[in-house]
C-alpha cells in the first residue's frame, strides 16, 4: 500500500537547477529515514542523498555542495534541490525510505528522469 510519487524532472543545460518532489503515502512517513536515489543507464541504482526524521543530511561525494534534501513530514513530502547540474547528473531519481529497503522492500516508484545536457 505504500506509494512514492516523484516528479519535477526534465531536460536541463549544465549549470541549470532543478527541484524534485517525492509523494509519499501508505507509510507513516513521519518515522521513517528517507533517501534520493538515482539510476544512470547501465549503471547500478545509487544512494546520492539522506535525510533522517530529524532532518539531518547526508550526501554521496559526487553530489555534495550541489544537492539540497528536505523534508516536510507534516505533507509527506521530500524535496531534492539539485544546483550547478552536471551531465553526470543525467538519471532516473527516485525517492525511499533506506530501512524499508534494509528489511527486504523491493518497492520502487516510477522515479523522475533527470536529463543534463547542451
Known amino acids: 500500500q505504500v506509494q512514492f510519487v516523484e516528479s519535477g524532472g526534465g531536460l536541463v543545460q549544465p549549470g541549470g537547477s532543478l527541484r524534485l518532489s517525492c509523494a509519499a503515502s501508505?507509510?507513516?512517513?513521519?518515522?521513517?529515514?528517507m533517501g534520493w536515489y538515482r539510476q544512470a543507464p547501465g549503471k547500478q541504482r545509487e544512494l546520492v542523498a539522506r535525510?533522517?526524521?530529524?532532518?539531518?543530511?547526508n550526501y554521496a561525494d559526487s553530489v555534495k555542495g550541489r544537492f539540497t534534501i528536505s523534508r516536510d513530514n507534516a505533507k509527506n513530502m521530500m524535496y531534492l534541490q539539485m544546483n550547478s547540474l552536471k551531465p553526470e547528473d543525467t538519471a532516473v531519481y527516485y525517492c525511499?525510505?533506506?530501512?524499508?529497503?534494509?528489511?527486504?522492500?523491493?518497492?520502487w516508484g516510477q522515479g523522475t528522469q533527470v536529463t543534463v545536457s547542451s
Open positions: 535525510i533522517t526524521t530529524g532532518g539531518s543530511t
Open positions: 501508505g507509510i507513516a512517513f513521519g518515522i521513517y529515514h
Open positions: 525511499n525510505a533506506p530501512s524499508r529497503l534494509d528489511y527486504g522492500s523491493n518497492y
